[in-house]
């Protein structure tokens, strides 16, 4: 073959590193406190705190536990603002998620393009015909569509 200026670059994209090069420190933190939200170890820390918070306040240790009388107000609110907060880390994981799915489908999408060239002109180099292909690709997806859609038909034999 010729020299090693002629041969072209393959440039393979991983997404992982694209979305590496996307998430910042901010993102790092509001993953991690939603990923922990996630997980039973934050139910049972909330219904251990919930626990201790309603018995000390229900005055079992003493008048002078009693920080925050029923109907625990203070509870009420600071639980409301953690909802607050993690509603909008939620949000902030989704939206670098689906900033995650659109580079996927990007890379998808060029990875589609490529090896469509690929298959052309290594079809065209064993004597298969694109136009006839083509024409056998569109009524295959026909037909898968009419099955989906359940209205199909017998295959036509070609």
């Known amino acids: ?5 002629k041969r072209p670059t393959v440039r393979i994209v991983h997404e992982q ?3 590496a090069r996307m998430r910042g420190t901010q993102d790092r933190i509001a993953d991690a406190i939603t990923a922990f939200a996630g997980t039973m170890a934050f139910v049972y820390l909330h219904a251990l705190w919930f626990a201790v918070w309603i018995v000390c306040n229900e005055g079992v240790f003493g008048k002078g536990a009693v920080w925050d009388p029923y109907p625990f107000g203070l509870l009420t609110m600071i639980v409301s603002l953690e909802a607050i907060f993690l509603s909008t880390f939620v949000m902030v994981s989704q939206n670098r998620q689906a900033a ?4 996927r489908a990007d890379l998808d999408f060029e990875t589609n393009v ?6 052309v002109h ?3 180099s064993l004597g298969v015909d694109p136009v006839e292909v ?3 690709v569109q009524q ?4 898968n569509h009419a099955r989906m ?3 199909a038909r017998p295959p036509e034999q070609s």
């Open 122 to 124: 290594i079809g065209r």
């Open 140 to 143: 295959l997806l026909a037909e």
């Open 100 to 103: 995650r799915e659109n580079v």
């Open 17 to 19: 590193d694209v979305v």
């Open 114 to 119: 490529r090896s469509e060239v690929w298959a």
């Open 1 to 5: 073959m010729g020299s090693a200026a």
């Open 149 to 151: 859609n359940g209205t």
């Open 134 to 136: 083509e024409q056998r």
